[in-house]
């Protein structure tokens, strides 16, 4: 039998979790059921000075879980460890140009996601994605999306999906969604995505989970085909839920 979902995690969930109250009670309770069983699994170390609280735990893994909620689920496989800074860290990419040369390149990052092992967040960008549901910006959502991605083999913006029917259909739409977006990007023209989802196809993807729970009813208007196959894939509605008082 699971143990109760304690009172001061809910807590935490209503204080800093923007989408927590747009959600029925049903999935609620489900998502805490979720929650129980990755903090159970999933190891978190602080980092620069950072104490891990269960305000810290909570809040990610409530934002992780939300993409669980209806789904067959082995709770993000190949996560280990979440690596939580308080502020924005700095990576060493290393990248064989066409010449073969080998360039290193360090950037500012609020989170990264591992293929396997971990998951690195910034503690100030991810409480504060997760608590404005409406700037479409989360990058708690961000990097768990690459994770889910990520169970397919590749991280490639294809997540393994039901079925091959189910699968081709993605294909199609993530394609066609995907180019065009990036021929506006090039035109320079306004988009509705974060122009950083034309990064490449595991961007696209991860902005579009951002996109899909935070501002639902502006996605299902303006790209509805995206917003029917993501519905899908998470067997969720997001634009059909309570819209809070926070937007």
Sequence with gaps: MQRPFPAAWEAHLVANMGLYSRLTREDQLELQRHILVFLDEKHFEGCRGVEITDEIRVTIAGNACLLLLHRRTDYFPELVTILVYPSAFFVEHKEVDEH????????????????????????????????????????????????????????????????????????????????????????????????????????????????????????????PELYAALQAYFKQDPASWKRSAAG
């Excluded at 390149?105 to 609020?110: D, T």
């Excluded at 690195?120 to 549901?133: E, F, N, Q």
């Excluded at 990064?199 to 696209?204: K, S, V």
């Design 100 to 223: 073969g040369l080998e360039m290193t390149e360090i950037a500012e990052n609020a989170g990264e996601s591992w293929d396997k092992g971990n998951v690195i967040l910034a503690w100030d960008s991810a409480k504060h994605g997760a608590l404005d549901p409406r700037d479409g910006l989360n990058v708690i959502l961000h990097e768990f999306a690459h994770q889910l991605d990520s169970e397919a083999g590749e991280t490639d913006g294809a997540p393994l999906m039901d079925s091959r029917a189910m699968a081709r259909g993605w294909a199609e739409t993530f394609q066609r969604e995907y180019d065009a977006l990036c021929e506006a990007v090039d035109d320079d023209r306004e988009t509705f995505l974060d122009d950083y989802a034309a990064t490449n196809p595991a961007e696209f993807f991860a902005v579009c989970v951002e996109t899909f729970f935070e501002k639902p009813w502006q996605m299902n208007e303006q790209h």
